[in-house]
């Protein structure tokens, strides 16, 4: 069973724009919540993370969305570039976990 | 500070064949260590991890195991390879017993079974 489900699959916008990849979890135990962000032939690298007690965090153009009574949270990308072009994935888990439930991942492509 | 090695790349070997991966993490002491497949085009799959020296927990029955000989080495073995072991393993690491974040990757190894 995924325990994290995420959408879209795949992305394409064009430079400037603003994707948005969105992601939903059924255990109301998580309570931590990163996105990583993973080029090709790479391992993924964190990107941002956030905990349940704010709804918003910015780090840079990423912002997470965090919605705790829909149980959803979404990455925003602002002003997108081509470098940006990358697969995504959210994850979570609890505290006193011992490992991350991940995404199924979403391919972004950014064109110029 | 931490670093974590993955090595080889890449591998290209034939069905049948043993495997070895091996993974270490430098600057840190008993680390969670993690293995990943990635399938082309797909998501994260979690094979094993290890809270401490000799110890295994298996997430996906197959044709791989996993050994933790020292506290800062993570080995991904087969026997006997087969084709739809192919793909991009990743190991990965956390700082220490019950804690799942700050999970760091390694780069990777593309494994082609021919």
């Known amino acids: 069973q995924q325990q994290v489900k995420q959408s879209p699959q795949s992305l394409i916008v064009q430079k400037g724009g603003i994707p948005i990849i969105n992601c939903a979890y059924e255990n109301t135990a998580f309570d931590y919540f990163p996105w990583y962000q993973q080029f090709p032939g790479k391992g993924p690298a964190l990107l941002i993370a956030i905990r349940p007690d704010v709804s918003e965090k910015k780090e840079g153009r990423f912002t997470i969305s965090f919605n705790k009574s829909a149980k959803q949270f979404s990455l925003h990308i602002m002003d997108s570039q081509p470098g940006d072009s990358a697969t995504y994935f959210c994850?979570?888990?609890?505290?006193?976990?011992?490992?991350?439930?991940f995404g199924t991942g979403t391919r972004l492509t950014v064109i110029p | 500070s931490q670093t974590i090695h993955q090595w080889p790349a890449t591998l290209v070997q034939p069905v049948g064949s043993p495997l070895s991966l091996e993974c270490t993490v430098e600057?840190?002491?008993?680390?969670?260590l993690y293995w990943y497949r990635q399938a082309a085009g797909r998501g994260l799959q979690l094979l094993f991890y290890s809270v401490g020296i000799g110890q295994i927990s298996s997430e996906v029955p197959q044709n791989l195991s996993a050994s933790r000989p020292q506290d800062r080495q993570f080995i991904l073995s087969s026997k006997k390879l087969l084709l739809s072991d192919s793909g991009f393993y990743l190991c990965a690491w956390t700082p220490g017993y019950n804690r799942a974040d700050g999970y760091t990757f390694g780069s990777g190894t593309r494994l082609t079974v021919v």
């Open positions: 994850a979570a888990t609890q505290t006193g976990a011992n490992n991350l439930f």
């Open positions: 600057g840190t002491s008993n680390p969670n």
